[in-house]
């Protein structure tokens, strides 16, 4: 699994239940769009407010729409939730999981590597780990990382920190090991790619799939500068819904684009008439 991934929203209609119709619109979309593999129920598709069943149901909409990987995400706080998570994406057709940091307690690095030792051992499925501190306030270290690339279960991690030092030190401590890692962060996408990175996987791809594909196709083509002249265009609209208006501005942007977002799952809110209009401006100006 290599390439362009996307972290693909849920959309929800107006009674607050999944939208399958409109999931497997999405997913072919992004896919016609250039997107190499699809990421159902990580943190942009509102994972962590979807039930057990709504998650395994998403990813099986998500296999049957696409012909693409399919790496699901499949991790909770805890051992027991994670691994039933992950049997039931095998069972429905996933490639792959995707098994965020554990949160809510506070763990130290030889945590970490044991939990997920002890995932990757029971798994199904190949094991990605995922790094996102601004979710979890964990930030899982260069050094277990490496320590981690060596299992024969753990195939990569998503790195969605926006820290290029450590990304760069991820990836000298991975480089021996069969281990591929993706940058999760689409303001650094350009750099990363330049630093080693083995693909994305952007939330922004959800708005301008076809920009980010042209960021790792120029790059894949020798043509450096020109991915990172792409990538700045696609800056402020990457901050707009990501740090900004988070996942209620994602969805505000895909509608701008007419793509069936829906809306948002509560606590989320809906954005306003205001945000929706700067970032449909933002999409405007990111595109060619």
């Known amino acids: 699994m290599d390439g362009l991934g996307v972290p693909l929203a849920t959309p929800f209609d107006e009674d607050g239940a999944v939208d399958h119709d409109a999931l497997a619109d999405l997913a072919a979309w992004v896919t016609d769009e250039g997107v190499d593999f699809i ?6 598709s509102e994972a962590e407010l979807l039930t057990a069943g709504e998650r395994a149901a998403v990813v099986e909409t998500v296999v049957d729409a696409v012909d693409v990987p399919v790496l699901a995400g499949t991790g909770s706080p805890g051992i027991r939730e994670t691994l039933e998570a992950t049997e039931r994406a095998a069972d429905a057709g996933a490639d792959a999981a995707l ?11 030889a945590d970490l590597e044991a939990y997920y030792r002890e995932v990757a051992d029971e798994s199904p499925l190949p094991v990605y ?17 490496g320590s981690l690339a060596d299992h024969p279960n753990v195939a990569g991690m998503k790195d969605s920190s926006g820290d290029l030092t450590a990304f760069q030190r991820t990836r000298a401590r991975t480089a021996d090991a069969d281990f591929e890692l993706f940058v999760g962060s689409g303001g650094v996408f350009a750099p990363a790619l330049d630093a080693g990175a083995d693909g994305g996987i952007l939330a922004v791809s959800n708005v301008v799939p076809e920009r980010a594909s042209e960021i790792a196709e120029l790059h894949a083509a ?14 402020d609209l990457n901050h707009a819904v990501t740090a900004e208006y988070g996942v209620p501005g994602l969805k505000a942007a895909m509608r701008s684009r007419g793509q069936p977002a829906g809306t948002v799952r509560s606590p989320h809110r809906p954005a306003d008439d205001d945000t929706e209009a700067e970032l449909a401006a933002l999409v405007e100006d990111a595109l060619p």
Do not use: M, W
């Open 99 to 109: 098994v965020v940091t554990p949160f809510y307690f506070d763990h130290d690095d």
């Open 39 to 44: 990421v159902p129920c990580g943190s942009n």
């Open 129 to 145: 780990l995922y790094s996102v501190p601004a979710y979890t306030d964990v930030k899982l270290s260069p050094e277990t990382a």
């Open 222 to 235: 020798g043509k450096g500068e020109a991915a990172r002249d792409v990538n700045r265009r696609v800056l």
